[in-house]
């Protein structure tokens, strides 16, 4: 099974030619992303993230009930 998990895009990296790509934090963890699927991602923004890549722009509240749930499930 594959999970995406939503994270805040905390840098966009203007010099990564063609494919835009940034870097995303969750629980202190920051990572690199493409951003190739949303050029309508803004700095600040949560995003869905699965195998490296951003797939889509979260709204804020559902962002934090998804992460909600995830922290609940590693809790079982």
């Given amino acids: 099974m594959c999970l995406a998990i939503p994270a805040k895009l905390e840098k966009i990296d203007e010099a990564a030619g063609p494919l835009p790509r ?6 202190g963890t920051r990572t690199g992303v ?7 991602v803004k700095l600040g923004d ?3 993230v ?8 979260l ?18």
């Fill in 22 to 27: 940034g870097t995303v934090e969750l629980d």
């Fill in 34 to 40: 493409s951003l190739a699927l949303v050029p309508e």
């Fill in 46 to 48: 949560w995003v869905l």
């Fill in 50 to 57: 699965h195998a490296g890549m951003a797939i889509t722009v």
């Fill in 59 to 76: 709204d804020p509240a559902e962002a934090k009930e998804t992460y909600d749930l995830l922290k609940e499930m590693e809790s079982l």
